[in-house]
């Protein structure tokens, strides 16, 4: 089963950031071949901070060198070669997947820009960041199309629209 605990600085809205976390991860745990680990016996945890441009801006100088903030950064604590091996694990016991961290700031600009609420912007910075702990990432055109097609797909269980369509408003 996935355990995901929120952590929250000032400047996010008030809503329940557990629920809406925990369900982002279940929707792009499903979207994978990986999709028992969303129901499995063991806990598998994912850490989530919603947290200030500073401070995701400092992070990501320190562990990808590049000084500047971004809306999501995503911490693997498994080896994708590893990640398999959980869903054949018959152990009730605790695996961390990795850390998300969301910079307000950004996350707001993002939303804004795009016409939609803050609320399903970072649903979708979750599901992305989640995908990113399962070893799936967008450095190439392939790897960048079929990781957005989980994005939709989960998002679209969760009632949210394509992300990625252009809005002509």
Excluded at 87 to 116: F, M
């Amino acid at each position: 089963m996935l355990d995901v605990a929120v952590q929250r600085e000032a400047g996010w809205p008030e809503l329940d950031w557990e629920a809406l976390a925990g369900k982002a991860a279940v929707a792009a745990v499903t979207q994978t071949p990986f999709g028992e680990l969303a129901s499995g016996p063991a806990t598998i945890e994912i850490a989530v901070r919603l947290t200030g441009d500073d401070e995701v801006r400092q992070l990501n100088a320190q562990y990808r060198q590049k000084d500047k903030s971004t809306n999501v950064l995503s911490f693997p604590m498994i080896a994708p070669d590893l990640i398999e091996s959980l869903t054949q694990n018959s152990d009730d016991g605790e695996v961390l997947l990795g850390d998300i961290v969301l910079a307000q700031g950004v996350c707001a600009a993002e939303a804004a820009d795009k016409k939609v609420s803050v609320e399903n912007h970072a649903t979708h910075l979750i599901v992305h960041g989640v995908l990113h702990l399962l070893g799936y990432d967008h450095l190439g055109d392939a790897e960048a199309d079929a990781m957005e097609a989980m994005e939709v797909a989960a998002l679209q269980t969760l009632g949210i629209p394509d992300p990625y369509l252009v809005r002509e408003d």
